[in-house]
């Protein structure tokens, strides 16, 4: 399927993988770069020497092109915004902040730039500081949202950017995609989809909360603290959730009790303290398969629905 998004990237399939702190490292971004999507290594808050290794492994299972995502609230941000340019990384997209101030030297380095955008201002400064896509994610996605939903979010943003649109939350089947292309996106970012991927190195009990939940299972928590979270229903949100609404947990006791409780989730699977991020659409996600099947079924559906 080629579009803008495909041709700026010389990728076969217009679908990025999100790029999921603590989550999405080189054995999954190499999986989906080799099945002809845009694989994507996160930053999150992890060493440098780590992410270096981790970029390095992806060239040696890939020779497709694939990403970084710097998340910008991290103390590392400087550092891996440096880093990706040693490293010739082909892709960079970032996410929980305004990357204007890297934008020059990545632009310099031939790095594609493609952030995160969760509003149509945003949108339009990324546009004007020189990045070549943005990706407009919906309150539907798993992880730290913004407020606006993909189906209102994602037409706003075409119709006020000439740069291509890049749709991002609640998209997990063909349906997704064809729905997304009819609003002006000439592309899909996928995160929860893939937490179900054979090559997602997650904890087991982690892919099983995902297969398993029902489309009333993602929870948005921490909102009073302004930095709203979506995740899986578990005793530990329902914890939080009592906390937030009683007022027995101050936004900065909140904040204390959430500190690396995404790492728990996926290295331990651990139920009583860990936050499972996932979007929306979790509830539609019954099998765990290999990336390219993912992929694939996917775009055969989308194809039907758009009369390819
Ligand atoms: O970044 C995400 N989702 C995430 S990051 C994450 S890990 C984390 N760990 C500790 C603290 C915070 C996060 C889990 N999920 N999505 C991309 C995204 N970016 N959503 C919204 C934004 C965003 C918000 C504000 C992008 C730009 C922005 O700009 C504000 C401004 O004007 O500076």
Redesign the pocket.
Known sequence: MKTEITELLGIKYPIFQGGM?WIAESTLAAAVSNAGGLGIIAG??APIDYLREQIRRCKELTDKPFGVNI?L?SPNAEELAKLVIEEKVPVVTT????PGKYMAAWKEAGVKVIP???SVA?AVRMERAGADAVIA?GTE?G????ENTTMCLVPQVVDAVKIPVIAAGGIADGRGIAASFMLGAKGVQVGTRFLAAEECRIHPTYKELVVKAKDTDSVVTGRYTG?PCRNVRTKFTKKLAAGEKDGSLTPDEFEQLTLGS?RKAVQEGNLEEGSF?CGAIAGMIKEVKPAKEIIEEMFAQADKLLGK
Do not use: D, K, R, T
């Not at 996410?95 to 305004?98: E, L």
């Not at 992880?143 to 913004?146: A, F, K, P, S, V």
């Open positions: 702190a999150g808050s998340m609230m996410g929980a902040g305004n995160v955008i969760p945003l994610e996605s992880g730290h949202i913004g930095h995404l991020l």
